[in-house]
């Protein structure tokens, strides 16, 4: 891997693409208008982003909807369709390191990280999806001998996407594989300040030989290229991850439009439970810290809360402090670096705002707390204890690098807590008894639950939650059936 200097020339003197890409090309959004796009980092300009708005959506739903209608793509041979998608995860390798500089710069996040996880693991979400295209198969009914009755996975038609700005490539990738694999067209509107990496993806997609129109990305603002894209009477499914909020807004748009179908992954206030016969507490500490001070805590399952049964707190949190001695906070670009800032101003002063709340009822702070101002969004690890299951703290979504510690008396108390709020995402139970794991973690209300381990994930299986974090799954070949419509044909045969 470069050096810290290598990677900071390279990021000032890229030249990304920035227009909106439609029918195969770049082109001007039809207004004529752009907005700055700045490195969260450095706050270098990095490129003026084209701003797409309802004039652009509709330009983008047609050549989709003409590309879908054609059958260039929906109706062609499946191993050609396959072979387009293996040789388009092909070029995103290929293009690892401009992939992942573009994500690093517009996000924050460290180069490490986004050439080891975000880049390559889109291309194998690509991939993977690709090599289910000729391997997938419909159904038979059992009907009378004088019948045939057979239910088949038809497309939808134009699916438009919607993604935010903490994972951009990777989850945009979760939306295309399965979306494309099963012959649909697509619209992807992604973050306004996380838009290079989309823009890259569809460029390359069109290189490996995927037909124009099929896959476009219009960059723009939520209230006016998503709420467009929500509202398109030609899209049949929104698939959007993101707040709680604008999630709302999704299915008010489709509800009011042709009610399209709506997929939505909306954020978690993840517990990692400890019971009280974990025995490997260092190695519980170490993935407790990484499960909330990955990227600075702006992931969607982040392990925010941590339940911990009466006994081991203490061993626990010395091991959290020592964890920390050796976790490296710091430059992006620094190859060495495991947590650098957040994303945006807005998102670091959301942040201080719950770190105001310290104290206000009885929250004794353990280490990090101190807020930024200014240019400066590298908030340190946070870890605040004695907080209150129905706080603010303990409740809501901070999204930043921020751990609540919340006490429970015995098992029973500690599963109440963990279901304690709205969301249902993500949740981890550790334990060394694997018989309680298991009934402990059928009672949890939650998407995914590991057991002795946090954020291991993967393509293969389903990514999703229960309450206000949202409905449907990305990701597994369950999402084939997100992206498609059963079909029965019934054949008499008399």
């Avoid at 088949?152 to 989850?171: F, H, K, Q, S």
């Avoid at 697509?186 to 124009?212: D, F, H, Q, Y």
Wanted: aromatic share 8%.
């Amino acid at each position: 891997m470069s050096d810290t200097q290598t990677w900071q020339k390279r990021a000032l003197d890229l030249k990304p693409q920035s227009q909106i890409f439609i029918d195969g090309k770049f082109v001007d959004a039809a207004s004529g208008r752009t907005f700055e796009n700045f490195s969260p980092s450095d706050g270098h300009l990095i490129c003026n982003v084209a701003s797409g708005d309802t004039e652009d959506i509709n330009r983008a739903v047609a050549s989709a909807k003409k590309a879908y209608d054609s059958g260039v793509w929906s109706e062609m041979n499946p191993r050609d369709k396959k072979a387009i998608m293996l040789r388009w995860a092909q070029l995103l390798n290929e293009h690892r390191e401009e992939l992942a500089l573009l994500e690093a710069i517009d996000t924050g996040r460290p180069i490490a990280d986004a050439l080891s996880v975000d880049a390559p693991n889109s291309a194998r979400v690509i991939q993977w999806y690709g090599e289910t295209i000729d391997k997938t198969y419909d159904e038979i009914a059992p009907a009378p001998r004088n019948a045939l009755a057979m239910v088949t996975r038809e497309p939808l038609g134009v699916i438009g996407a919607v993604v935010p700005w903490n994972y951009p490539m990777m989850i945009t990738s979760w939306k295309l594989g399965p979306a494309l694999a099963m012959g649909n067209s697509i619209v992807v509107k992604p973050a306004e300040n996380s838009s290079l990496s989309a823009l890259k993806m569809a460029e390359l997609a069109v290189a490996a030989g995927l037909p124009a129109g099929v896959f476009n990305v219009v960059p723009g603002l939520g209230s006016e290229a998503g709420q467009a894209l929500a509202r398109h009477m030609n899209i049949a499914k929104i698939a959007f991850t993101g707040s709680g909020p604008t999630g709302r807004k999704m299915m008010q748009y489709a509800a009011e439009s042709n009610m399209k179908q709506v997929s939505l992954e909306l954020g978690g206030k993840s517990p990692q439970v400890v019971l009280n016969d974990c025995t490997d507490l260092e190695a519980a500490a170490s993935t407790i810290a990484w499960a909330i001070y990955y990227n600075a805590g702006q992931t969607c399952n982040a392990g925010s809360r941590i339940i911990v049964e009466k006994g081991v707190k203490e061993e626990l949190f010395a091991h959290l402090h020592k964890f920390l001695e050796s976790f490296v906070v710091g430059n992006q670009f620094d190859p060495t670096t495991q947590m650098a800032g957040l994303v945006s101003e807005l998102q670091r002063d959301r942040v201080n705002a719950y770190l105001d709340l310290i104290g206000q009822d009885g929250e004794k702070l353990i280490f990090g707390g101190q807020k930024t101002s200014g240019k400066d969004l590298l908030i340190k690890p946070t870890l605040i204890d004695n907080v209150k299951p129905d706080s603010r703290l303990a409740q809501e979504e901070i999204f930043g690098p921020v751990l609540v510690a919340i006490d429970a008396k015995d098992e029973a108390e500690a599963l109440q807590l963990a279901n304690g709020t709205e969301y249902g995402l993500a949740a981890s139970v550790w334990t060394n008894n694997v018989a309680r794991a298991h009934k402990f973690a059928r009672k949890l209300r939650a998407g995914t639950v590991w057991v002795n381990t946090f954020d291991m994930l993967d393509v293969i299986t389903p990514f999703g939650g229960f309450g206000a974090s949202g409905n449907g799954r990305d990701k597994s070949l369950h999402a084939l059936d997100a992206y498609s419509a059963l079909k029965t044909t019934w054949v008499d045969l008399n």
